[in-house]
């Protein structure tokens, strides 16, 4: 049952296709794709070398940019960012940018090419703890800077939420690795199973470079007081988690509910529909025009027959029965399941960390310092959108200013 | 970012990329060739100065472009005629763009109706600073016929007027051809022995492209008429690369230097210019399309292609495929190349069967229960119309079949690549 779960789901152009999808985009002026990417991509500028058939151009245009630009092309939810101006809407559908840049970031892989380089040594040396998309960015923007850079990974594999949170159908594993070793081939060194606070100490990390970086992201799934000691229940993400872990060889029951409306519940439902679940209903506080989720991965979700309720909320657990009311409308809705599973937020584990707390799931810094000049932050724990792109983004902004702040020889 | 040197000298005049404006709309005032040169083009054509008595007045609308299927610009149709600034003001424009982008070429494009006005052109042009000359001798819709194209098909005109233009300017020369003529060869000779360095090839082809079927008039209508004019585009380059060929190729015109113009919008057409013998490459249409930001996929593919052809100067590919285009009567006809047809990637559209059927040899069978094409032996020619109408490229060049008796030494990877 898992070989569906092991492909991905939407396939990727041919360079017939992708020429196709480019000569639909009207290379705007100003375009205002190339302005609403946190993470500061050019699509304007990568579309236009697809048109002029520049492929190689427009992987540099992509990298230079991101170190993660194929999997920001698998993962983001474009509709909310480049595409939302895109004026080809003018006349019927945006482009699609993400598959755009897929096909570029697999012909610069396919082809080899080497676009990021090393900077000169600066003699600064940075830590950071961490190895999801900020980590991993921030990691790639000071390595070019000449920066020595040290990653501390408490999991056996670096990647964080990319490797053991997003499944396989929506984002390869091998994809995951080349984009790391587009870091590592920077000089970046990784150092896994090794967990700040505990196997080594942030003082010694302080002590022994010119910053560090706390890039923790929020890997940890909450629980609702409702569901707590019930053996039914599992948290999404360490069901997404075991999911990828075992590529897809997971025993499941027949009839699952799910809780939760956002991009890991979708990723929840996905997964369980191309694991061969028969009966899924997700049941979801938001109703459907204030959903969280991306509305390519509701949609995906709903053609693979998942049901979903919107606009309702747990009052009462009895073992594998779920009772929900309505927030606004009277009546409810009883559920019984083998299985449940919560998608309901996650938060970061800040344990060993002094000067950072959790204050409700999110940290209590703001921007990306600490009352510590030494020990900045990015990613999940500070403040922006909990996605791909925005990590991302911060990786970027805290190598800046970090740059800005100690530069360099 | 990949960096390489694109840099080539052209007639003794060192360009900073081969890349530049052609004289036309695009390359009218100072400030769009400022903004082209700031975009990184290596040089520009300044729009084509007439002398100080023609007056040019012109038409509205004056374009019209050629579709296919959804896509447009195919091809581009232009009434304009050469600048329509006053001389001494486009002497103005030349002098301060020299000035200001002194390592950027500027080449004066100039058009006399006499010995004395191409004299005198280019004599001011050199003065204003320019780096060098190019004669018009090949607009396609001027108003007088003693300008344009039709002294560009006259040899013993284009002769005269490039000795005029020789004793007025000791700059580099470029004769402009018109590719409205069966034979360049006679024209471009003529010109190099009146004095002329170098051929610019080609200028636009004269064209209809549209009637509006409801008025029964070409397009552009200006008061229920139009005009026949040049026409300019992608389609335009099979013909501008078969004329810059021809010319490398006579024993005459051997390793002349040439400017080439004609459809080129992507790094890919500009390799094509130079491997049949381009130094330098023009361009107007497809910056009429997009703007003067398609120098940057030039500039990055051709520097992208350099890497991979493990090519350090520009000068090492020019005319590289001119050996390889050889006459008809001397090609290898001692075999044919069968399709084959790959199953797992046929879409079962039945496109190759039609073609094969009404537009070749009948070759094709069709299984109609199961939508499947495969390929008829017996009947195939290998002329493989097939290869090409496939939309899913399911079809590929596959056995290789020797015609009786004409077996020979060569390999299949000689024969296919």
Redesign the interface.
């Known amino acids: 049952m898992s070989k569906k779960y092991l492909q991905e789901l939407e396939p990727g152009y041919t360079p017939l296709t992708v020429c196709e999808e480019a000569s639909r985009c009207l290379l705007c002026l100003d375009a205002p794709c190339s302005k609403d990417c946190p993470a500061g991509t050019d699509p304007g500028r990568f579309i236009r070398a697809v048109r002029f058939r520049n492929f190689k151009g427009a992987a540099e245009v992509v990298r230079e940019n991101n170190v993660l630009g194929s999997i920001c092309a698998r993962v983001c939810p474009t509709e909310r960012y480049c595409q939302k101006g895109c004026a080809r809407s003018g006349i019927d559908v945006p482009i699609d940018i993400g598959r755009i840049q897929r096909f570029i970031t697999d012909f610069e892989e396919t082809n080899g090419m080497k676009i990021l380089k090393k900077g000169k040594p600066n003699g600064k040396r940075v830590a950071i703890i961490g190895s999801g998309p900020a980590a991993l960015q921030a990691a790639a923007s000071l390595a070019r800077l000449g920066y020595e850079i040290n990653l501390y990974e408490k999991e056996a594999k670096a990647g964080g939420y990319l490797r053991y949170g997003i499944p396989e159908y929506r984002l390869p594993t091998h994809i995951v690795d080349k984009e790391i070793e587009y870091v590592t081939e920077l000089g970046v060194k990784i150092h896994l199973n090794t967990t700040v606070g505990k196997d080594i100490s942030l003082d010694k990390l302080k002590s022994d470079n010119d910053a560090v970086i706390v890039a923790v992201g929020a890997s940890y799934g909450k629980m609702l007081p409702k569901f707590e000691n019930n053996p039914h229940v599992e948290i999404a993400v360490d069901f997404l988690k075991r999911v990828k872990d075992s590529k897809g060889q997971v025993d499941l029951p027949d009839n699952i509910l799910v809780i939760g409306g956002g991009d890991v519940a979708m990723d929840v439902n996905v997964t369980l529909k191309l694991l061969g679940v028969k009966n899924i209903s997700d049941v979801v506080y938001e109703e459907f025009c204030e959903f969280r989720a991306s509305k390519k991965e509701l949609r995906d979700a709903q053609a693979l027959g998942v049901s979903i309720i919107d606009g309702y909320v747990p009052v009462d657990v009895d073992g594998k029965t779920v009772t929900f009311k309505h927030r606004t409308i009277p009546g409810e809705v009883k559920i019984t399941a083998d299985k449940i599973i919560l998608a309901v937020g996650q938060y970061p584990n800040v344990c060993g960390l002094e000067g950072i707390r959790i204050v409700n799931g999110e940290s209590d810094i703001k921007g990306y310092v600490t009352t510590d000049p030494k020990v900045f932050v990015a990613g999940d724990i500070a403040h922006l959108d909990k996605t791909v792109v925005a990590a991302v983004r911060t990786g970027k902004d805290v190598a800046s200013l970090i740059h800005s702040r100690i530069g360099g020889r | ?2 960096k390489k040197d694109l840099s080539i000298n052209f007639l003794g005049v060192r360009f900073p990329n081969p890349f530049c404006l052609s004289s036309s709309p695009v390359g009218n005032c100072y400030e769009m060739c400022k903004k082209a040169y700031g975009a990184g083009w290596g040089g520009v054509v300044f729009k084509t100065m007439g002398y100080y008595n023609f007056v040019v007045d012109e038409v509205s609308p004056r374009f019209d472009k050629l579709n296919k299927e959804n ?1 447009p610009f195919v091809g581009f149709k232009n009434m304009e005629q050469i600048a329509e600034h006053p001389l001494d003001e486009n002497l103005a424009d030349i002098r301060r763009l020299k000035k200001e982008f002194p390592y950027q070429v500027l080449i004066a494009s100039i058009m006399g109706s006499n010995d004395k006005e191409w004299e005198e052109l280019a004599r001011l042009a050199e003065e204003a600073g320019a780096d060098m000359l190019e004669m018009n001798l090949s607009c396609p819709q001027m108003t007088s016929h003693a300008m344009g194209s039709d002294v560009g098909t006259n040899p013993d005109l284009c002769r005269r007027y490039c000795q005029a233009v020789k004793r007025g300017s000791k700059l580099p020369v470029l004769a402009k051809m018109t590719p409205n003529i069966t034979d360049m060869i006679p024209v471009a000779i003529a010109c190099l022995e009146g004095g002329a360095d170098g051929i610019a090839a080609i200028n636009t082809v004269k064209s209809i492209c549209n009637i509006d079927l409801d008025r029964k008039v070409g397009m552009p209508i200006i008061n229920g008429k139009s005009s026949i004019s040049g026409y300019s585009g992608k389609a335009v380059k099979p013909i501008a690369l078969r004329f810059i060929q021809q010319m490398r190729a006579d024993e005459r015109l051997k390793n002349v230097a040439i400017s080439g113009i004609g459809g080129i ?4 057409d500009a390799v094509e210019f130079i491997l049949v013998g381009s130094s330098t490459l023009q361009i107007t249409t497809a910056i009429m399309q ?1 703007g003067y ?2 120098i ?3 500039r ?2 051709l520097m ?1 292609y350099m890497d991979e052809q493990g090519v350090d100067h520009l000068s090492d590919l020019v005319g590289l495929a001119n050996d390889n285009l050889i006459p008809a009567e001397e090609l290898d006809r001692d075999y044919k190349i069968y399709p084959e047809i790959n199953v797992d990637e046929c879409i079962k559209c039945g496109r190759c069967y039609i073609s094969c059927y009404d537009g070749a040899h009948q070759a094709i069978k069709w299984d109609a229960d199961k939508r499947l094409p495969s390929v008829n032996k017996e009947k195939c020619v290998g002329c493989l119309l097939c290869y090409h109408v496939c939309p899913s ?1 399911a079809i590929k060049m596959g056995e290789i079949a020797f015609k009786p008796g004409r077996q020979g030494q060569r390999k299949a990877e000689d024969i296919i690549h």
């Open positions: 970012m990949i896509t919008e992507t790094w890919e997009y930001r398609i940057d996929d030039l990055n593919g992208h490229g």
